[in-house]
């Protein structure tokens, strides 16, 4: 089975886009993969972590060109997680193929109380997922009025097992206004699906990386100007450099 990148979305997007990104931040000289400015590129720190669990992130139109992105980090530290484009016409067959794989049990992140009643097996404990299949955690990946959309304009996730969170603190998304202060960034989602799972190590590495991607988003926008002593890519270096570019172990 084939793994669908951010990149392999966004160079699709960038083949089918009539008219260049003009959007807050498009004048910054960024770099292609990582999407801070070029002075501040991050790619050279990049880890990748094992899991027992997979994503896959629907991009909506708007969310592939802005970079401020949080969902292609996970694929950063998962590069084994999938992604496309959102379409509301018809869903892609690849990825119909991912959500029927025998190796996979789908789980939609979606709010309950806005879910369609066919969202019946509502997952509240790791206990309730088949033993012998891997959690495939769909996210999606949008302002949250994009998000609604996507949902409702989608019945392929209608009938797919759902788990909802109820976020404990204010999230640390500080590079675009969010529509709720009490949403949280799709990087932010997917490391809560990491702890609820029980995977302790990858929710910290996820949010960890989440933190230095923050970090120099903002040094980008701001021209270098802060605090460019880089504290979180410091400590984040210093926790896991002797791994960089290699898989990191869960005792890693």
Known sequence: ????????????????????????????????????????????????????????????????????????????????????????????????????????????????????????MKLAVKNELPRHKKPLFILLDGSWREARRMYHQSPYLHDLPLLSFTPQQISQYQMRKSDNLNHLSTVEVASLCLEWFGEEKQAQCLQHWFAVFRESYLLSRSQGRGNIEREQLRLFSAHYQRHSGRVVSEDG
């Open 1 to 120: 089975m084939s793994v669908h990148s951010f990149q392999s979305v966004y160079k699709l997007r960038l083949d089918q886009s009539t008219k260049p990104f003009n959007a807050r931040g498009s004048k910054v000289q960024r770099c292609a993969k990582c999407a801070v400015a070029l002075q501040f590129c991050l790619c050279q720190y990049k880890v990748v972590i094992g899991s027992e669990a997979r994503f896959m992130v629907l991009l909506s139109q708007n969310e592939v060109f802005k970079p401020s992105n949080t969902g292609r980090l996970i694929g950063d530290i998962f590069p084994n997680s999938q992604y496309f484009q959102w379409q509301r016409t018809q869903a892609p067959q690849a990825l119909l193929d991912v959500l029927n794989h025998s190796d996979f049990f789908p789980v939609l992140i979606f709010p309950d109380h806005y879910a369609q009643k066919s969202n019946s």
